[in-house]
């Protein structure tokens, strides 16, 4: 007997994910851009970080599910080695003229991202192990 997701079931979660994402991060970007006094306030317009959010959900979606298929166990690794490697980029910014505070604010903003997805997909991933499991 194996459960799996519906197309359905993987629409409401991305949504709902997606929507707690997009909150959160607009909270995080307003917060960010009080301490980015005379920074360049690199990815705190909406139109980035709301459209970024949106692609990480999806990729981070992605990336859940295949990882999950193949080497389910190996999440436990997974996420946050690729959530640290999403910073790399955000420090690379403070050579750029991004203020500490702007590149904090972008940081939890993947964090925010990462919980979202795992949040989402957590149980589903937990239901298809134990539907597979001998006992």
Known sequence: MT????????????GVAALIALAANTAIALAARQFDDGGIGAGLVPAQYLSLTLIGIVLGAVGWT????????????VVPVVLVLTWIPDVLLLNSGATAGNVVGLMLMHVVVAIAVVAAFRGGTRRQEEASSPL
């Open 3 to 14: 459960t799996s997701i519906s197309i359905r079931g993987i629409a409401i979660r991305l």
């Open 66 to 77: 295949v990882v999950s298929r193949y080497a389910p166990r190996a999440l436990r690794v």
